[in-house]
């Protein structure tokens, strides 16, 4: 990730750095593919500072790799790595608040949803659009008459987990986390997962309103910094024979480009 940082900071000299950073996720990733199957109580840990540090750099892609490939497989390549990886240290989750990660959690999961407080985040104080909260229920809303088959509910347990995801960040206020946003791949249905791979298009207006909260990070964290606004550089051309969806799409691209503004 340092030369990762380095390429980012330094253009003239970003293929020789770009070029250390692979070099080293390579070398990084191998062993820990072959160290895999030794994962257990006395491992665990390293197993998980590795994992994070290897997320923040497959979140760089468009950092990396700017407009080479198409950001639908890109974001889905992200989703299945955050999913594949919370998957194999699952089981040791529970244990993160009795070690020395515990502070990332904390960062996190700073309000419980059954808190009073919950639905009531002072938005004055947050960088995400004051309406947002608005606009994911008629998100869900329209999911809800659109959709009739069994992708009815997974869409709107989708809806409902962006959600959460966004109500974390506005409890936070200026004190946003990556982690805030980074669980929510992990917890959409293989169904919705097909769809983004298909780039089924009720799957790319949800990635549209993905890209909100996407997109606040990215002024406070530079590794993400492209995402928002490749996901729609493409849904036009995605949506151009959906007008109903193309509708839907107007709010989130409005925010998008108007943050993007703000950079």
Known sequence: MSALHKAYLI???????????????????????????????????????????????????????????????NILELFMFVRGIRAVLEPYQGKLMKTKFSAM???????????????????????LPGDIFKALEDLQSFFGEALHDESREEYLTAVAELEKAVYLMAHAGTNIEIGMIL????????????????????????????AIPLCVLEQRFWFLKGWSRRLFDVTDGLLAEHSTLMEMIKWPRRQVFEIHGLI
């Open 11 to 73: 253009p003239s000299e970003r293929e020789t750095y770009l070029d250390l950073a692979t070099a080293h996720q390579n070398a990084g990733l191998e062993i820990f593919r072959d160290e895999l199957h030794t994962l257990d109580e006395s491992n665990w840990q390293q197993f998980f500072c590795f994992a994070s540090i290897v997320v923040l750099y497959v979140s760089s892609i468009p950092v990396r790799i700017g407009n080479q490939t198409e950001p639908v497989p």
């Open 183 to 210: 669980f929510w791949p992990y917890v959409i249905s293989e169904n919705i997962m097909a769809d983004i791979q298909a780039q089924n298009p009720f799957a790319i207006v949800l990635l549209s309103y993905f």
């Open 105 to 127: 959690v904390h960062g996190i999961w700073i309000i419980d949803p059954d808190d009073t407080n919950y639905r009531n985040p002072a938005m004055n104080q947050s960088p």
